[in-house]
Each structure stands twice: as structure tokens, then as C-alpha cells.
């Protein structure tokens, strides 16, 4: 778990065992004396944060006068961050983990996740037990199945089964009405989508009022697809779209497509990533990239930079790895650490040319405008529900966002991406009570968002 002074569990062990009457119209918990970090307001020093149950009552100055509130949790010498959310994560993936993952985001201070792909059945129950009134457990915002075309690449098969079949524009927009019929938050469109399939989708959630994550579709470009949706996932599929010779790449991928007849999505699309994904990275052309960049400057992008770089930074070199794994379930954590132990003795170097390439590609995007956001996949690619999502922050930076940016990205940005900035992704009255008490300050060094001290969620301490 993250680390913890022993001042903060002396106060919240006070705050539990107080034999004090507060005064009769006290209401609430106050968080004193705090330094309030947000991306909306920048940073403001010695305030008192009020909150009352759901809500975020009073940011106001420390020196000033206080309303009676029934407890207060010290947060002097400490910084108040709103609360984090993981913009990409699969709850129902790997069972070992299902039951852990919302202890677990806690915990490290995600307080809201966007489940990205699972089946309705499986999710339906785990999404229940969040939000039951009585749960402590992150928001959690779902879309369903991966929303895919005739050959579904996470089909059960070869791969788990996340994904749905969508042969043709009829059966796209019966999809959508389906889901958003069963309560989705927004539809996931997948890579396997014609460009009529992807329309359907696309439409129909317009209808429903549904926001859409998308992968760029293999038989569409990023500079089509991009503007379309609200988020794009994992940069995939961009690469394309800056190569010198991305007109004939395109061309050889539409012909690959189109006589493909038979056999796994999951298989098709390997074999299309392995023969032109570098290729295409080896003929960048700026000018190029920039106008394809450019259609994007309103689509959110979640680039999984953690996922991404997985070879120029594998997790199991991290000095706090072994602490992560210590609070994974048992199963994963051994799988896991074997997998490090192999990898780590592995005599190939890995290729971290595509890693490379995706950091510069967020850099150049943040640079441009791009509005970017945190996600990590987990429990996908070794991804420690939590602890992962600080390693995200960190490849932001190291790709260009200033630290107060990067708490944007897992903050304000997942907020615009539901419409609901109004209510989260700021610490200010009227908002949500999600928040992150750290012990020091994150945009001294964003490493210092481990270093939670005390996580509010929906309004309740949780440790
Ligand atoms: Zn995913």
C-alpha cells in the first residue's frame, strides 16, 4: 500500500474515537490547513476543506473563520488533491482480481474507474456491489462488450471473451440500443469495425446520448475515426496515419481486411500490427503527423503510456513493485512475479521502438492541445489495480505534462469525458467529495502522489 505517516492514523484514530458533543448545527468534516491542488484552480495554500456527505461544502481561508463541523482531519504540512480516477480498466477480465479491484483502487486513491470492456452478466453484478449505498467502493462507469465487427478479437476463444460481434450496421445499432438499454455509461467501439459498422455505433450512442471510446478501427484512419468519438484508445492505430507511405500501407491493410474470410479476429489483427506497426513508425513524417494530430484537438486521448512502454519500463524493476505485489491476490501476484523473474533474465533486449514512439507521439499531442487522460488497463499487462495508475502519472510527465496536467489527466479529464466537470475534477463547493490527502507535494515531484495519507470517498474517509 502506499505510504502512510503515523501522524495521519493517530489523527483518523482520533477522529474515530472523539467522545466530544460537537455544537448543535455542526455539520460535515473539515480537512484544516491543507494546500489545495486542482487543474481547474492551480495551487491554494492554507485552506479548509468542508465536506458533507456527498458533497464538498467550503473551500475556504485557514486563518479565517470556520464553520462547526463534527470532525476534522488535520491536513497541515499536507496536499489535497481531488480524487483520482483510472480511465481504462477491466473489472471482470482476470476473476483473480474482480473481487480485490475496488479495496484496491481505494487504497491508492482511485476514486473513480471507467470499466472499458466486459460482458453485461459478469459486470452487472460487480458494477451492483459498487454502488450499492453502502458500498466503499470507486464510482464506476461501464460500457459493456468492446463493440467489434465480423470477427470479434476478444472472442472467448483465443482470447477472454470482451468483445461483440457487429456483421453488419442493423446489428450495430441493435447492439447499441441493447446497451443502452441495460444501464451502459457510454459504448466502447472496437478495431475489427467497417467504417459503416463503426457509423452505426457511433450514431446510435449520438441517439442515446452515450459517449463513445474507440480504438481507431483497422479499416479507418485516425484523422476519420478521431473526431467522431470522445476518446481514443492506447494510440492505436495513429502510426498509420503519420507515415510518408500511410496511402499505400492503408491500401495493403484494406486488401488484408477485405479477403480475410475465416479465422480469429484476435489473429487478424496481430498479423496486421506485426507487418506494418513499425514499419510505419520507421517512415514518421511530421508534417503529416501534425495535420493528422490536429483533427484531434477535441477527442480525449488515453494513451496507456504505462502499457505502452512496457518494455523501456518494465514495473518489475520498481523498488516498490514487491510492496504492490504483497497486496495483490496471491495467484496473480506469484504469476507475476515469475513473469518478472523471466523477463528479467530474458538474454533478447527488448524493442522499445514503439515504446519511444508513443512517448514522443503524447508529447507532440500534449503540445498541440490534445487534451489527454490517465488510464491503465489493468488488471492487463501486469497493471497493479492502483498502484498502476501512479505509474501512468508518471509516463505522462516523462512525456510532457507538467505535474499539475497530469493530476488533470486522471482528474478534470475523465470528468469532461461524462459531461460531468460540473460535479468532478475540482475541489471547489458544489463538487463531489472525492479527495486524496497527500503527504507531499505532487508537483514538487508526481512520484509524491503515492504518498496518500488519507482518501475521501463519496464523502466517507475510508482509511
Ligand atoms: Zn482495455
Known amino acids: 500500500m502506499p505510504e502512510r505517516s503515523t501522524p495521519a492514523l493517530v489523527a483518523l484514530a482520533v477522529l474515530g474515537l472523539c467522545a466530544c458533543t460537537p455544537p448543535e448545527q455542526a455539520r460535515g ?15 491554494r495554500e492554507h485552506q479548509t476543506v468542508i465536506f458533507d456527505g456527498d458533497e464538498i461544502t467550503a473551500v475556504l481561508p485557514a486563518d479565517g473563520p470556520i464553520p462547526a463541523v463534527t470532525d476534522t482531519i488535520d491536513g497541515s504540512g499536507g496536499y489535497l488533491i481531488p480524487g483520482l480516477w483510472d480511465m481504462h480498466v477491466h473489472l471482470t477480465y482476470d476473476e483473480r482480481f474482480t473481487e480485490a ?35 466503499i467502493a470507486p464510482r464506476v462507469f461501464f460500457s459493456g462488450p468492446l463493440q467489434d465487427g465480423r470477427f470479434v478479437v476478444y472472442d472467448g476463444d483465443s482470447r477472454p471473451e470482451i468483445g461483440a460481434q457487429n456483421a453488419t450496421p442493423e446489428a450495430a445499432r441493435a447492439s447499441v440500443n441493447a446497451l443502452a438499454d441495460a444501464g451502459v455509461d457510454f459504448i466502447k467501439v472496437y478495431e475489427m469495425v467497417t467504417p459503416a459498422v463503426f457509423e452505426a455505433l457511433v450514431g446510435t450512442a449520438r441517439q442515446r446520448g452515450l459517449p463513445v471510446a474507440a480504438h481507431v478501427p483497422l479499416s479507418m484512419l485516425a484523422s476519420q475515426a478521431g473526431p467522431a468519438v470522445d476518446s481514443m484508445e492506447h494510440l492505436r492505430n ?12 492503408y491500401e495493403e491493410r484494406l486488401t488484408i481486411l477485405n479477403s480475410h474470410e475465416q479465422g480469429a479476429g484476435f489473429e487478424l489483427r496481430s498479423r496486421l500490427h506485426a507487418l506494418q506497426r513499425l514499419p510505419a513508425i520507421g517512415r514518421h513524417d511530421e508534417a503529416r503527423c501534425a495535420r493528422t494530430i490536429a483533427t484531434l484537438a477535441s477527442t480525449i486521448q488515453v494513451p496507456t503510456l504505462r502499457l505502452l512502454t ?11 513493485w514487491a510492496d504492490g505485489l504483497s497486496h495483490t491476490p496471491a495467484e496473480a501476484a506469484a504469476d507475476w512475479a515469475r513473469a518478472g523473474t523471466e523477463w528479467l533474465t530474458a538474454e533478447e533486449p527488448r524493442d522499445t521502438t514503439y515504446d519511444e514512439w508513443g512517448l514522443r507521439m503524447v508529447g507532440r499531442m500534449h503540445a498541440a492541445g490534445v487534451p489527454i487522460a490517465a488510464g491503465t488497463d489493468t488488471p492487463i499487462g501486469y497493471a497493479i489495480p492502483g498502484y498502476s495508475l501512479h505509474t501512468e502519472l508518471e509516463r505522462l510527465v516523462e512525456a510532457g505534462l507538467a505535474p499539475l496536467e497530469a493530476i488533470g489527466a486522471a482528474t478534470l479529464r475523465p470528468a469532461e469525458f461524462f459531461s460531468l466537470q460540473g460535479e468532478m475534477g475540482a475541489i471547489e463547493a458544489g463538487m463531489r467529495a472525492d479527495l486524496v490527502l497527500l503527504d507531499a507535494d505532487p508537483l514538487a515531484d508526481i512520484r509524491n502522489t503515492r504518498r496518500i495519507r488519507a482518501v475521501v470517498s463519496k464523502g466517507q474517509p475510508v482509511n
Open 238 to 249: 495513429i502510426e498509420l496515419d503519420c507515415a510518408d507511405n500511410g496511402a499505400a500501407l
Open 29 to 43: 468534516i473539515a480537512i484544516s490547513d491543507v494546500t489545495v491542488i486542482d487543474a481547474t484552480n492551480g495551487v
Open 101 to 135: 479491484m475496488p479495496a484496491m483502487f481505494l487504497a491508492y486513491g482511485i476514486t473513480s474507474v471507467r470499466d472499458t470492456g466486459g460482458m453485461i452478466p459478469l459486470l452487472e453484478p460487480v458494477v451492483g456491489r459498487m454502488r450499492a449505498p453502502d458500498a
Open 310 to 320: 512496457l518494455s523501456l519500463h518494465p514495473p518489475f524493476v520498481r523498488e516498490d
